[in-house]
């Protein structure tokens, strides 16, 4: 008598993906639109600091497209021009926490945004300029298409460069908020098909939407063109628009919906922290958190928070490193390096100041605390100077109870 051999359940798992992605109905629907208005002078987070966002209890949920639309008001008397992060700091924070209250994405709008970029390969939500790279032919001075493609498009993401002194402004800005890694990697979607659990989107405003001339602009949108007071220059008015982008009509098997288990137990995270205590030519670790599989880590390192120069292009670190808990660099870059390597990938550099290290390829998977760590030695390092961290990794529901917070110091 012979018995057919289980199967394991990643195989399993496999089935149920792939039936899905066969069958199911990919949906995207409105769930959310508010205009959110302040009185003169007065910022919009001082009215409604946080957007709570209830999603729909339906289908197989991939993520959220979040459209930010505000307009900014500079009731001060100098100018105000667009800081180098601009509209990704429309949301101070994004923040998921599932139907079982784990908080699977708690970070930054500028985090979610150059997430975004390296995960479509480009700068998000650009488009080309019909002439400056795009040709129809060879023959001589035939340069460019002989059709309008380019930036037609007014209300994708926007930001006036500058706003003068009693003026206003509009700001518009995309994200897309993920559960599931990707569209047909569904590591990390969320059933939402239950009744007896809510799940909750948490949008923050920013509460210094626009700082003075000479500060650290790093969190801000706008900052002063010249010297003086920027305390009226606020978000006079937000709409929060999200859509909710989710497979439905989920395949059928004996034993009921045909779910990928192994996908709906792992948790697509995305966490933000800030290290401190840099010292110049000293190696500064930063730890990663334990019982986790990290596909990328991006640094914004500010040298010098006291004035608005702070982040650099490279001139300000020696090098950066990952190290292994037996002191081991598994790599070891130059920041000259680390830029290329990011330009190659995203076809553009990132802001200034701004690191990128993919691991997508091959996962930093730690097993412990502080086994593995982003070693950043400066050459310059004020006091105050501060490396924000984004983190984006994987981890598996049932041993989060055992994990670590992320590092902070």
């Keep these: 008598m012979s018995t057919q051999p289980q199967m394991t359940p990643a195989q399993l798992n496999a ?7 066969a069958r199911s109905v990919a949906m995207t629907q409105q769930i959310f639109s508010q205009t959110f208005t302040a009185g003169a002078g007065v910022n919009i987070s001082q009215v409604q600091p946080v957007v709570n966002v209830i999603p729909r209890n339906v289908g ?11 307009t900014i008001t500079n009731g001060s008397g100098v100018t105000i021009d667009l800081s180098q992060f601009g509209p990704w700091n429309s949301l101070a924070q994004i923040q998921f926490n599932d139907l079982n209250n784990n908080t699977r994405i708690q970070t930054t709008g500028w985090h979610m945004g150059i997430i975004n970029a390296i995960k479509s390969r480009r700068p998000w939500g650009g488009a080309f300029v019909n002439g400056t790279g795009i040709a129809s032919g060879s023959q001589a001075g035939n340069t460019n298409m002989p059709i309008d493609y380019g930036d037609n498009w007014s209300a994708q993401i926007q930001a006036p460069a500058t706003i003068a002194a009693a003026g206003t402004g509009t700001v518009i800005m995309w994200y897309y908020v993920p559960l599931s890694y990707s569209n047909d990697d569904l590591r990390g979607a969320v059933y939402g098909n239950v009744v007896n659990a809510t799940m909750q989107l948490n949008l923050t ?9 000479g500060a650290d602009n790093t969190n801000a949108m706008y900052f002063g063109a010249a010297a003086g007071s920027v305390a009226l220059a606020v978000i006079s008015s937000a709409t929060i628009t999200v859509y909710q982008d989710y497979l439905d009509q989920l395949p059928v098997g004996q034993g009921g919906v045909l779910l990928p288990i192994l996908d709906l137990a792992t948790i697509y995270e995305m966490k933000n922290t800030n ?8 190696d500064f670790p930063m730890q990663f958190a334990n019982f986790r599989d990290f596909v990328s880590t991006v640094v914004v390192y500010n040298n010098n928070p006291a004035v608005a120069t702070g982040r650099g292009v490279g001139l ?3 090098y950066f490193a990952l190290q292994s808990a037996n002191f081991t660099n598994i790599w070891k870059k130059e920041p000259g390096l680390i830029a290329l390597q990011t330009r190659q990938h995203l076809q553009a550099d990132p802001p200034p100041g701004m690191y990128y290290f993919g691991s997508r390829e091959k996962p930093i998977s ?4 502080g086994n593995m760590q982003i070693i950043l030695n400066a050459i310059t390092a004020a006091a105050g100077a501060y490396c924000n961290v ?9 041993t989060l109870s055992q994990a670590g917070s992320l590092a902070a110091s």
Excluded: C, H
């Excluded at 290290?275 to 000293?282: E, N, P, V």
């Design 316 to 318: 300000d670190v020696n």
């Design 15 to 21: 089935i149920a993906r792939s039936a899905i992605k």
């Design 205 to 213: 405003l920013p509460t210094a939407p626009v700082v003075a001339n």
């Design 390 to 398: 984004g983190y984006e990794d994987f981890a598996l529901v049932q």
């Design 60 to 70: 197989l949920i991939r993520g959220f497209w979040v459209k930010v639309q505000m």
């Design 275 to 282: 290290f401190t205590a840099i010292t110049a030519g000293q």
């Design 366 to 369: 730690t097993v412990q605390y």
